[in-house]
């Protein structure tokens, strides 16, 4: 099946600083690409929908402005997480979605474990 | 707008047993159905799909599932368990586009030898 990296698969940082997390689709191109968030022992949000070329869409009720997303080529995209808070801290995991024969379907990122201190 | 019931939290079994994992869901309009497992501290791998056809799906590591239009649900199974079945799994809708996937809450699988 189709592959997607993503990179760093933990990162743990200081509260106020920005973490980048990327997603890469290693074997397919893939124009649209997801980023969820996930807590301890729950199912994963949908945070937003990142098109390569325009601007990602964001679900109601996260900020743009705190979680900037570039979709810069047909193979990554990236998640930049700004003057993160402890708050922050989750599990973010990325999909990239495989278009073919009429069916669609999304393939999952390992995740990133961010922990602000 | 669809949505997921996963009824089971988590579901026990004994190794080298049958189980069967629930799932049902709402929607207006017709959907794609999936079940995912995600292992501990690792992202979400796709174990099957109903796109359309056969209501019957096969699926990697000898799971199945069965689209039931009627009674709106997509349950997972598996004749015979193994320990390295140990997961959370996840069961997802998305509309005819596949553009955005809405979870069933998990289930939690755990395998007793």
């Known amino acids: 099946g189709a592959v997607v990296s993503q990179h760093p698969s933990r990162v743990i940082c200081k509260s106020g600083t920005s973490v980048k997390i990327e997603c890469r689709s290693l074997?397919?191109?893939?124009?649209?690409m997801f980023w969820y968030r996930q807590f301890p022992k729950q199912s994963l949000m949908l945070m937003a929908t990142s098109n390569e070329g325009s601007k990602a869409t964001y679900e109601q009720g996260v900020e743009k402005d705190k979680f900037l997303i570039n979709h810069a080529s047909l193979t990554l995209s990236t998640l930049t997480v700004t003057s993160a808070h402890p708050e922050d801290s989750s599990f973010y995991i990325c999909?990239?979605?495989?278009?073919?024969?009429?069916?669609?379907?999304?393939?999952f990122g390992p995740g990133t474990r961010l922990t602000v201190l | 707008a669809q949505s997921v019931t996963q009824l089971d939290s988590q579901v026990p079994v004994f190794e080298e047993a049958p189980v069967e994992l629930r799932c049902n869901y709402s929607?207006?309009?017709?959907?794609?159905l999936f079940w995912y497992v995600q292992y501990p501290n690792q992202g979400l791998q796709l174990l099957l799909k109903?796109?359309?056809?056969?209501?019957l799906v096969k699926g990697i590591n000898g799971f199945e599932a069965e689209f039931n239009k009627s009674q709106t649900s997509f349950h997972l199974r598996k004749p015979s368990v193994h320990i390295s079945d140990t997961a959370e799994y996840f069961c997802a809708v998305s509309d005819l586009g596949a553009q955005k996937l809405v979870f069933g809450q998990g289930t939690r699988l755990t395998i007793n030898p």
């Open positions: 999909s990239a979605l495989e278009r073919g024969g009429g069916t669609d379907t999304q393939y």
């Open positions: 929607s207006s309009v017709s959907v794609y």
């Open positions: 109903y796109l359309s056809g056969s209501t």
């Open positions: 074997d397919f191109q893939a124009t649209t």
